[in-house]
């Protein structure tokens, strides 16, 4: 696939934008903003299908890895370290992986996303086996990091998905649940971190939103799981255990809560008492 191939690489629609004042200059990148949400939707089956298969592979015991480069990379990795704290799942059971390292969440060193063995290296560190999930992200859909991390998963027997932003591309080619959410060419040409990144955040939020309520990680609309990491947490629970429990006092509400170390488990202990 050649860059003008590319959807994601199309010329934007919107020429002269030096000369183009503020006002107008947000007004447009709204406007295209505006059709992200429709792409996703489009593509709301296979998303859910994916969620599916995250959750059943998670309740077996199995993790989730995110293999991705620039912006893709780094979304899979915000997507990956808010699990933890939000559900209360091991650290190790979400994993995102990214070309170049941690150095390369802060600093960009593009040229890792060219090794097209370094996705598998990087994946066999982790010891990934059959039990697990590898979603490769990458507007393009071309990126030889994540399509050779997922040919190599493929070929041992590793269950594999995507999300994308170009139709029939390599990376989906190797993926089981391919997830391809078309947003068209980019206010800035080519600066997929735009539109293209908005709509992997969407669908990132999606899949493990949807996996962990499957999993039974949130009660009614509600994170019983979150992790109790600071006052703002701790108050947010103190009032989802009385609202659950029936407890009138405050501070007996906290006193279980910090006790027990989540809502569920001190619902739980109350029910029981």
Not at 103 to 127: F, M, P, S, T, V
Not at 141 to 168: M, Q, S
Request: glycine residues 10%; charged residues 25%.
């Amino acid at each position: 696939m050649t860059n003008e191939n590319r959807i994601t690489e199309s010329p934007s629609p919107y020429r002269n934008q030096e000369q183009m004042t503020a006002v107008e200059i947000v007004r447009h990148i709204n406007a295209e903003d505006k059709t992200v949400a429709a792409a996703v939707e489009r593509q709301l089956d296979r998303i859910a299908a994916l969620a599916e298969v995250i959750a059943s592979r998670l309740a077996d015991g199995g993790r989730l890895f995110y293999i991705g480069a620039g912006t893709s990379g780094r979304l899979g990795v915000l997507d990956a370290s808010e699990c933890p704290p939000t559900y209360g799942v091991p650290d190790d059971q979400v994993i995102g992986l990214m070309a170049g390292g941690d150095a390369a969440l802060r600093y960009g060193i593009e040229d890792e996303e060219d090794n097209a063995d370094g996705g598998w290296r990087d994946l066999e560190k982790h010891q990934v086996s059959t039990k697990d999930i590898v979603i490769g992200i990458a507007a393009s859909g071309t990126t030889p990091y994540v399509r050779g991390g997922l040919e190599a998963c493929r070929k041992h027997g590793i269950v594999t998905g995507c999300i994308v932003c170009n139709p029939g591309s390599p990376v989906a080619a190797h993926a089981d649940y391919p997830v391809e959410v078309i947003t068209g060419a980019e206010f800035v040409t080519g600066s997929t971190r735009m539109k293209a990144g908005t709509a992997q955040k969407m669908v990132l939020n999606m899949l493990t939103t949807t996996a962990m309520i499957r999993l039974g990680r949130v009660r009614d609309n509600r994170m019983v799981h979150m992790q109790i990491s600071n006052d703002k947490l701790v108050d947010r629970g103190v009032k989802m255990l009385m609202s659950q429990a029936g407890i009138e006092e405050y501070d007996e509400a906290k006193k279980l809560l910090l006790a027990a170390g989540s809502v569920d488990a001190a619902v739980k202990q109350y029910k029981n008492c």
